[in-house]
């Protein structure tokens, strides 16, 4: 079939032989043929040379579907045949480039295609084949060139907004609607010619720009996620009018699912910066997510898109978050001069001419907007407020006859569409991430029955109830409740840390518990100060409780209400207790109450492995607070980190597994159950205390390891590290090393006196933290490396892996520099640990708790 093919439409005769009849019939009949061919197309799989082939099937496969758009049969045909010509030269080559060569030109002709095959045919003869590929190749290359230099010609289109906002807005664009095509897919192999087509030295966005193309080109996930895009659900959605502004689409075009796939790529594709006064949370966060989860952000963008809205479960409730369609824009109060005719002073053009102006107009349903600008003129001038604001609010009011809520409704919208010409539609999901932190926070009475639910749960876990039945249990415990609302009240204290905060900030107070104490006002009620007055408030509570009722003349009962009482009397509920509300609508700048509030929460990880009764091993998260709280792992309190957890946890009943997302950071971690040997054995292991258990499994074993002598090619690794960081400075580091007698020095010892001279000459984090790696690795010989990396525990699932064949697990082990546990992260098959870097992935983060996986919510799998 490939001869047949090749001999019908590009054989060897000379158009001399052939007479213009012969050559309609020749071509007629190949084009049939190609056609044929191509709707069956399996590539050959018996040979080497021939399994080539294989390698272009997403290219055919994208002809294929893009076939029903070409109506022409001819111009169809002819393209056809003339792509599977270029897959055979590829057969019939061997040199090294073939593969990317043959992907290059296919790319070509799918974007010619798509943008007008009527053009792409003209190109083709049917009897030169080299000369209409160079043709082809030639036209394509000129044509995304003429797209991305009229981006960068906005200097001489008419507008009054940031021209460098302007252009950093509208290549994205451009180069997403280059890239998708007619079916929705992705012109993968487009991008190197893209990149190339782009300023080899532009400003800091296209740089940007150039790394997520790579980063989209070489991740078949995220191109994948970005083709699930869909158009909004309801037609009239405001994210219609939204995507007609950000893109730029005539007033008439239906808003289609390549729509939403242009606009969420080239939401990625988008350098976020900050705006005015407010945006500086909004920003960090959205960012973040971008540059190292892109999926999550392509995700969230499908979903506003498509819904209008983000949805999150939040302590068992599901939380919807609309989309802010408020976008702060220092652009809209400019001040304007024009004259009464709105000609724009100095820049000689009508203001209508603005590509802002125009697109807002437009977006409010205003047609013909020259009839109307001689009285909106008048009005601004009149007023002497003559800002882009008050402009767009003028308009609405005089070519908009309704109601002034309807106009301030199309004035809203012509705001955003004008702010949308220099700010990423990505800007929308980044501000409906802020709005997250400002979720309403409970009731009074929900706040407290989540407390309380706090306190059953402990007496749950540590099985004080196991003497009661569980009807008579059941009623204790209800009764409990409420005698516990009579004796506690929770609010918000103004007078706790009234104290300004650092950065001037007007936000201080706290939420506190209180006991109610009887006969008095709230405000003399006391405040909850710690452990013993909590207990003692407690134990008022059960007592009133238990003297009520007529539990104590049965004898089991009886025995089952002391066990209970003794439990409340002996047991650190504090530490235990459940404060997931504690924070909750606080702003993030607001003060923390530093009594025992705070140190219950300071106390809480945020991370950790529990095992059950059974002796199996899971990987959870713990119940930190809602939002505010920021929770270190350090070695310090990594070992009673783990303690802490295998001691709670021993019912496989009671075990929650609760989900925990860091709000900058949303990363979309895989919770499968598995099982760490080591873990296994200690939570089932019940003949000595879990201290001696971590200890004799996590810390003696490799104690000795800390007094090893450092291998010879220690100190050449290490310098050719330290020549790289710190270039200037390391003839100077070195002579200072030189006065070490390195080699009868221990690792510890080598560790500490290495990271000491470090810091003299540099203070960056991240350079410190690839000089714990380095020395963590190289101080070590292999064999001790090895055994350092088979002690590790692992905690769980870091969803950082590259591939669905590699698991990186977050994990504790002894660290021999420091003599301590210490938190890194370490490959499936216990290769390659790192140390984590506290500074970014732990000090001062922000947390949110999810009980559901979103994968768990709506229909869709993510």
């Known amino acids: ?34 056609t044929k061919y191509f709707e069956n197309f399996e590539p050959p799989t018996q040979s080497k040379k021939s399994q080539r082939s294989l390698l272009y099937t997403s290219e055919i496969t994208t002809l294929k579907k893009m076939m029903p758009l070409m109506k022409d049969s001819q111009e169809r045909e002819l393209i056809l045949a003339f792509s599977q010509k270029i897959i055979e030269q590829a057969k019939e080559k061997t040199h090294s480039t073939i593969q990317i060569e043959t992907e290059s030109y296919l790319s070509s002709v799918i974007y010619l295609a798509g943008v007008n095959y009527k053009n792409l045919a003209d190109l083709i003869d049917p009897l030169n084949f080299e000369q209409s590929l160079e043709k082809v190749c030639m036209k394509c290359r000129e044509d995304i060139s003429k797209v991305l230099s009229n981006v960068m010609d906005l200097d001489s289109e008419c507008t009054i907004q940031e021209k460098e906002m302007l252009r950093a807005t509208k290549e994205p664009i451009a180069i997403a609607k280059i890239l998708v095509t007619p079916i929705g897919s992705i012109n993968v192999k487009l991008i190197p010619l893209v990149i190339e087509l782009m300023n080899r030295e532009g400003p800091d966005f296209e740089n940007f720009i150039k790394i997520k193309l790579n980063e ?117 109060s400019c001040q304007l001069e024009f004259d009464t005719k709105g000609n724009v002073s100095e820049k000689h053009f009508s203001i209508l001419e ?69 700010n990423s539609i990505g800007r929308i999901l980044e501000y409906t991430m802020a709005s997250m932190a400002a979720a309403p926070a409970p009731s009074h009475n929900s706040k407290m029955d989540d407390l309380f639910g706090g306190l059953k749960l402990n007496l749950k876990f540590t099985n004080a109830l196991q003497q009661l039945d569980k009807s008579f249990a059941k009623a204790v415990l209800s009764e409990l409740k409420e005698s516990f609302l009579e004796h506690f009240h929770y609010k918000y204290d103004p007078d706790v840390n009234s104290e300004a905060a650092s950065d001037g900030s007007s936000h201080f107070g706290a939420f506190v518990l209180y006991a109610k104490e009887p006969g008095l006002t709230m405000k003399h009620w006391k405040r909850i100060k710690n452990e ?94 809602f939002n505010y709280e920021h929770t270190q792992i350090t070695p310090k309190n990594a070992e ?63 104690q000795m390891i800390a007094d090893q002598t450092v291998p010879k090619e220690a100190k050449k690794e290490l310098c050719k590290f330290v020549k790289e960081r710190i270039p200037a400075s390391f003839e100077e580091f070195k002579k200072k090393l030189a006065c070490h007698d390195w080699q009868k020095m221990s690792v510890f010892d080598f560790y500490q006196t290495v990271l000491t ?62 003599k301590e546990l210490d938190l890194g992260t370490i490959n499936h098959d216990r290769t390659g640990l790192r140390l984590i870097g506290t500074e970014k992935w732990v000090k001062g983060a922000t947390w949110r708790i999810f009980t559901e996986r979103m994968a768990d919510i709506g229909k869709e799998k993510f």
């Open 354 to 422: 603005c590509i802002g102006i125009k697109e807002a107009l437009m977006v409010m349903g205003i047609s013909e907007p020259k009839e109307h600008l001689e009285e909106v003129v008048k009005f601004i001038l009149e007023s002497k407020k003559v800002t882009i604001d008050n402009f767009i609010d003028t308009f609405a009011k005089v070519a908009i006859k309704d109601e002034e809520h309807i106009q301030e409704k199309h004035a809203k919208w012509g705001k955003l569409a004008f702010s949308l010409q220099t």
């Open 216 to 332: 989209i080109s070489s991740k078949y996930m995220l191109r994948k996620e970005i083709t699930l895009a869909k158009k909004p659900n309801d037609p009239c959605a405001d994210m219609n009018r939204i995507l007609r502004s950000y893109l730029q689409l005539e007033a008439d075009e239906k808003i289609n699912d390549l729509h939403a796939i242009q606009a969420t790529l080239a939401a990625l594709l988008t350098l976020l910066h900050q705006g005015p006064v407010g945006s500086c949370f909004a920003t960090s966060e959205a960012k973040q997510v971008q540059d190292e989860q892109p999926k999550w952000f392509v995700k969230d963008m499908r979903l506003l898109i498509q819904t209008g809205e983000l949805i999150r479960m939040v302590e068992k409730e599901k939380m919807q978050f609309p989309f802010v369609s408020k976008m702060a824009d220092d652009d809209l």
């Open 757 to 818: 001279l470090f810091k003299e000459f540099s203070t960056d984090e991240t350079a410190l933290l690839s000089l714990n790696n380095n020395l963590l690795m190289h101080a070590l010989s292999e064999k001790d490396r090895k055994g350092i990396e088979n002690g590790a525990l692992l905690a769980f699932d870091t969803n950082w892996n590259s591939s669905q064949d590699e698991t990186i697990y977050f994990a504790f082990f002894f660290n021999p520099g420091t």
């Open 1 to 34: 079939m490939w001869n047949t093919l090749s001999n019908a439409i590009w054989g060897a005769q000379s158009t001399a032989s052939l007479s213009a009849a012969e050559t309609a019939s020749s071509s007629s009949d190949s084009k049939g043929l190609a």
């Open 532 to 625: 013993e007055m909590f207990k003692t408030h407690l134990l008022k509570a059960f007592d009133a409780l238990s003297s009520m009722k007529e539990w104590n003349q049965d004898k089991d009962k009886k025995e089952g209400l002391d066990s209970m009482r003794s439990f409340i009397q002996n047991s650190n509920f504090m530490g235990r207790f459940k404060m997931s509300y504690a924070l909750r609508n606080i702003s993030d700048t607001c003060s923390i109450d530093e009594t025992w509030l705070s140190k219950i929460l300071k106390k809480t990880p945020w991370m950790l492995a529990i095992g059950d009764s059974e002796g199996h091993v899971f990987s959870t998260y713990t119940e930190t607070p």
């Open 640 to 702: 009673s980190l783990i303690y802490e957890t295998l001691k709670f946890c021993q019912s496989k009943d009671d075990l929650k597994t609760q989900y925990l997302t860091r709000v900058d950071g949303l990363h979309d971690f895989n919770f499968t159950p598995f099982e760490d040997p080591m873990l296994k054995k200690m939570a089932s292991d019940k003949s000595s205390p879990l201290e001696e258990q971590i200890k004799k499994n996590l810390m003696t074993p490799y």
